[in-house]
T-cell receptor, first 114, second 117 residues
Framework: DVKVTQSSRYLVKRTGEKVFLECVQDMDHENMFWYRQDPGLGLRLIYFSYDVKMKEKGDIPEGYSVSREKKERFSLILESASTNQTSMYLC?????????????FGPGTRLTVT | AQKITQTQPGMFVQEKEAVTLDCTYDTSDQSYGLFWYKQPSSGEMIFLIYQGSYDEQNATEGRYSLNFQKARKSANLVISASQLGDSAMYFCAMSLGGDTGRRALTFGSGTRLQVQP
């Protein structure tokens, strides 16, 4: 079974702190994604990566950066956390070829910025 | 730009009845994929079903079927014989990207389904 894990289920940080959200997948997938989920808005893409050290901006990249030094790990970084970044963050991975390109999701990290 | 619209914020259905969750999409691409995901209260995203834009037959997976009407740009999810465990948030999503395999998803706002005994 594909497994996508995220470093924390719940996280509370203060405004201005640098925050790291880690995501690891064990299926050798090329693609990895970070989404944020807010009520009434569904999931919105922040960044994605299709290879090591490669990244592309999604729909809402402002205030975020990412890092992918190893194929299995994709990190989301909030350089200076703000209260409007309080949200649920979901990581996902998918293969680059074959089938439906279904994305496999991690359990999510609920981040609260106070 | 691509867009997914789910116009039903909430739906109720009686146990054992069928229910249709609506989804319309907007894209000018010819090659795309349509997905449905289920999110129970525990928060995990569970893949349900997929339809490719060139697939001529509607996708089915057990009690789930996708009613794909390309000309109307709709991809409704049909759940037959609803069960209490089907109570969850349901998201419709679309991927673009042709054959590159670099396929991010665009999601709708979701429909919360509640199955009543």
């Amino acid at each position: 079974d594909v497994k996508v894990t995220q470093s924390s289920r719940y996280l509370v940080k203060r405004t201005g702190e640098k925050v790291f959200l880690e995501c690891v997948q064990d299926m050798d997938h090329e693609n990895m994604f970070w989404y944020r989920q807010d009520p009434g808005l569904g999931l919105r893409l922040i960044y994605f990566s299709y290879d090591v050290k490669m990244k592309e901006k999604g729909d809402i990249p402002e205030g975020y950066s990412v890092s992918r030094e190893k194929k299995e790990r994709f990190s989301l970084i909030l350089e200076s956390a703000s209260t409007n970044q309080t949200s649920m963050y979901l990581c996902a991975s998918s293969p680059a070829a074959g089938g439906s390109y279904e994305q496999y999701f991690g359990p999510g990290t609920r981040l609260t910025v106070t | 730009a691509q867009k997914i619209t789910q116009t039903q914020p909430g739906m109720f259905v009686q146990e054992k009845e069928a229910v249709t969750l609506d989804c319309t999409y907007d894209t000018s691409d010819q090659s795309y994929g349509l997905f449905w995901y289920k999110q129970p209260s525990s928060g995990e995203m569970i893949f349900l079903i997929y339809q490719g834009s060139y697939d001529e037959q509607n996708a089915t997976e057990g009690r789930y079927s996708l009613n794909f009407q390309k000309a109307r740009k709709s991809a409704n999810l049909v759940i037959s014989a609803s069960q209490l465990g089907d109570s969850a948030m349901y998201f419709c999503a679309m991927s673009l990207g042709g054959d590159t395999g670099r396929r991010a998803l665009t999601f709708g706002s979701g429909t919360r389904l509640q199955v009543q005994p």
